[in-house]
Nanobody, 119 residues
Framework: QVHLVESGGGLVQAGGSLRLSCAAS????????MGWFRQAAGKEREFVIS????????IYADLVKGRFTISRDNAKNTVYLQMNSLKPEDTAVYYC????????????WGQGTQVTVSS
C-alpha cells in the first residue's frame, strides 16, 4: 500500500507559478511511476504528467508542455509538479498517483489539492 498526500495548492494569478508536492509513504517509493492528474469542475479527470522511477522518462500531456515540469526525490519519497505560466483553464483539483511500471492503471491516489488561477 502507498499513501500519498499532496500539498502546495492555492490561488494564483494568471501567468504565475505554483509548485505542488506529493509525499509518499508505505511501500518503496522509488519502485513506482508517479503521475499527476487533474479534474476541473464538471469535467473528467485528465492526465497531466508522469515520471519514471529513475526520473529518466517524463511524459507530458500536450496542454502542459513547456509550462509544467515534474521531478522526484526518492530519498525524500516526494514528487514535485512545477507549474509555470498558469492559465485560468489550469484551475482544477490536482491529484498525485502511483503505479508499478508494468501496470497500465494507477493504483494509488492522493486526496487532491485545489489550484485556482484567476484571470
Amino acid at each position: 500500500q502507498v499513501h500519498l498526500v499532496e500539498s502546495g495548492g492555492g490561488l494564483v494569478q494568471a501567468g504565475g507559478s505554483l509548485r505542488l508536492s506529493c509525499a509518499a509513504s508505505g511501500r518503496t517509493f522509488n519502485n513506482y511511476v508517479m503521475g499527476w492528474f487533474r479534474q476541473a469542475a464538471g469535467k473528467e479527470r485528465e492526465f497531466v504528467i508522469s515520471i519514471s522511477w529513475s526520473g529518466g522518462t517524463i511524459i507530458y500531456a500536450d496542454l502542459v508542455k513547456g509550462r509544467f515540469t515534474i521531478s522526484r526525490d526518492n530519498a525524500k519519497n516526494t514528487v514535485y509538479l512545477q507549474m509555470n505560466s498558469l492559465k485560468p483553464e489550469d484551475t482544477a483539483v490536482y491529484y498525485c498517483a502511483a503505479k508499478a511500471p508494468k501496470d497500465s492503471r494507477y493504483d494509488y491516489w492522493g486526496q487532491g489539492t485545489q489550484v485556482t488561477v484567476s484571470s
